[in-house]
């Protein structure tokens, strides 16, 4: 019998940390691709403003991508069960994610084959539903996490989602916490394009921090607010065994109105999470004011961070509660592969991932600076 020199219980909580970084790594990385496209119509009123902010993000927006494949890969690898219960619950708003963020390659691509004014029109916006849907899908999937996803798991652990597909999906809060993403990405986006760009771009850009940032805050204040009075949590009553089997239905679940706020008064380092969410895109004012638009932008990073990472300690060990069936509940503890699988995923990880760190380091370094109107101008075939 093979020996894992970590135990089960550790890699567990590895892995749910792995996961994180690889969801805030996503919506850092390519967060803010997705907000320069949801703010390109309205930051670029000639072609040559919109051509300057679509080459601001022309460059790095597939690389960035990497870190929604390993996200996904992350979840598809080590927690089997909630890949398969969050894509089924999620099938169709997934597609529009998928489908949307296709329109990106073929915007960046094509946009500029013809000088039609309604041909790149009509790609400007398609660029723009690119980065707002995901935006505003990822936020809603948090938001029905938090409220629970209707499935059961039958005594052979098969899943059955019982939803009634996407505008189910689309309730109050989920929109609310859609919308609290979308915010805080096209608060990342504009601060990126004052670090990217000059001239007319530049200053609407900081126009719209000044809107992302303070829209961001108070709508999470708002959700946190919601959470408190108006959603029920979940917590496990019987025995945590963090080295147990992979079966949710060893445990009993009980629902509790406020619950989701519990960790903070266990564990009261936790608090962080939230401060540092609200800190942060109020800290990309004051910075951007002083023209300091790279410090804005590890601000804006930080409130992106803190803003997943409440979501993330909040629910703890929970990874995707079910609100008909609360047994099912998958949590840290028992809906991850076997030992052995994750000590191996963890090797390789700790191999490839600061592998994507270096060559992603590599080519910003290689690619700094802004860009302006007169590079293009300049040399309009070496630009999308």
Not at 28 to 42: E, K, T, W
Not at 177 to 194: P, Q, R
Not at 353 to 360: K, S
Request: charge should be neutral; charged fraction near 10%.
């Amino acid at each position: 019998m093979t020996t894992i020199p970590i135990d089960y219980e550790i890699l567990r909580l590895v892995w749910w940390l792995f996961l994180g970084v690889l969801l805030i790594g996503f919506a850092i990385m390519d967060g803010f691709d997705l907000g320069v496209a949801m703010l390109l119509p309205f930051v670029a009123r000639t072609d040559i403003e919109r051509r300057v902010t679509i080459n601001a993000v022309g460059p790095f927006w597939d690389g960035n991508q990497v870190w929604l494949i390993l996200g996904g890969g992350a979840v598809f690898a080590a927690w089997p069960p909630v890949y398969a219960a969050s894509f089924s619950g999620f099938y169709i708003a997934m597609f529009l994610v998928l489908a949307t963020l296709i329109l990106r390659p073929v915007g960046f691509e094509f946009r500029n084959k013809f000088a039609d004014t309604r041909w790149r029109s009509f790609w400007d916006w398609a660029l723009f539903a690119g980065g707002l849907v995901p935006s505003v899908v990822f936020g809603v999937a948090f938001g029905n996490l938090l409220q629970g996803v209707p499935f059961r798991i039958d005594s052979d652990l098969r899943i059955a989602y019982e939803g009634s597909g996407l505008f189910e999906l689309l309730n109050p809060f989920g929109i609310l916490c859609g919308l609290i993403s979308a915010a805080m990405l096209v608060t990342h986006g504009a601060v990126y394009l004052t670090l990217k760009t000059d001239g007319a771009v530049q200053k609407r850009a900081q126009e719209f921090i000044r809107t992302g940032a303070s829209v961001t805050v108070v709508l999470f204040l708002l959700a946190g607010l919601w959470v408190w009075i108006g959603i029920e949590g979940y917590a496990i009553t019987s025995t945590v065994t963090g080295g147990g089997p992979s079966n949710p239905l060893l445990k009993t679940v009980a629902r509790q109105p406020g619950q989701w706020f519990a960790n903070y008064a266990t564990h009261p380092w936790m608090i962080l999470a939230p401060c540092i969410g609200i800190a942060g895109p109020l800290l990309t004012l004051p910075l951007t004011h002083r023209h300091r638009s790279g410090l804005a932008f590890i601000a804006s990073a930080v409130g992106i961070f803190g803003v997943i990472a409440t979501a993330g300690v909040s629910m703890f060990p929970f990874l995707m509660p079910s609100n008909i069936a609360p047994m099912a509940s998958l949590t840290v503890w028992d809906a991850s592969s076997s030992q052995l699988t994750l000590f191996v995923m963890l090797l390789a990880t700790l191999i490839f991932l600061p592998i994507v760190l270096c060559y992603t380091a590599v080519i910003y370094a290689a690619l700094r600076g802004s860009v302006t109107a007169s590079d293009i101008e300049r040399n309009s075939s070496g630009f999308y």
